[in-house]
């Protein structure tokens, strides 16, 4: 025997539905006048840094014919240490040059390079790409290729192969600031845009 659906049981899954598309609405509507009116504003907060840890990863060097040698492929890359900045802000940023949004950006973190490395800002880039088997191409050569073509000028570091960040679902683009200590005072999830990544960097520059 069917049971047919009281009015009461049919009205609250239409509650329930219409409560789901309006908060995905609401969330839509939300990205969008993030994306078009670019990044706001948020305040760095002592109680908010967290003591970062060790970040030490090489440093990429873009192939040349000189690297094809034995001597040059024996040879140990230079490190990037993040210890070695203390007493300077950081910028660190996660793409990958298969990341559409990431490469979107690029414009954006050129500038802010120019505009804030002569004021003592250190800035880095990690490199979240990996040797693609369809396009038979090595990340080395994959980020060669993205140097020449892009001029690419922030040191790119290369997670280790045992690193956990590729143990995990970690999205990118992703910014994250460093204060003078050697704290993460804040991460930008998604592109660079606006004026609210120059005021948190205007904030660590005047602390001590």
Not at 32 to 50: N, T
Not at 76 to 104: E, Q
Not at 144 to 154: D, I, L, M, Y
Request: a neutral charge; glycine letters at 6%; charged letters at 25%.
């Amino acid at each position: 025997m069917k049971v047919r659906e009281t009015p009461a049981r049919t009205s609250l899954w239409g509650v329930g539905l219409a409560f789901i598309v309006g908060c995905a609405i609401f969330f839509a509507v939300l990205s969008l006048a993030r994306y078009v009116l670019g990044e706001g504003y948020e305040p760095l907060l002592a109680a908010d840094k967290r003591t970062a840890g060790a970040l030490e990863m090489p440093v990429f060097s873009p192939r040349t014919d000189a690297a094809t040698s034995p001597a040059a492929s024996t040879s140990s890359p230079p490190t990037w240490n993040l210890a070695d900045h203390r007493g300077k802000v950081v910028v660190i940023n996660y793409f990958a040059t298969w990341c559409g949004p990431c490469m979107r950006e690029l414009p954006d973190l050129a500038d802010l390079k120019k505009e804030f490395e002569p004021r003592g800002i250190v800035f880095a880039a990690v490199s979240l790409d990996q040797d693609d088997a369809e396009r038979r191409e090595t990340r080395e050569q994959t980020l060669t290729e993205f140097v020449k073509s892009s001029s690419f000028s922030w040191p790119i570091l290369l997670p280790q192969p045992d690193a956990m960040i590729w143990k995990t679902q970690f999205p990118i683009p992703q910014t994250f600031l460093f204060d003078k200590q050697g704290r993460k005072a804040r991460s930008i999830m998604g592109g660079i845009r606006g004026q609210g990544i120059k005021a948190s960097l205007e904030e660590l520059l005047k602390e001590p």
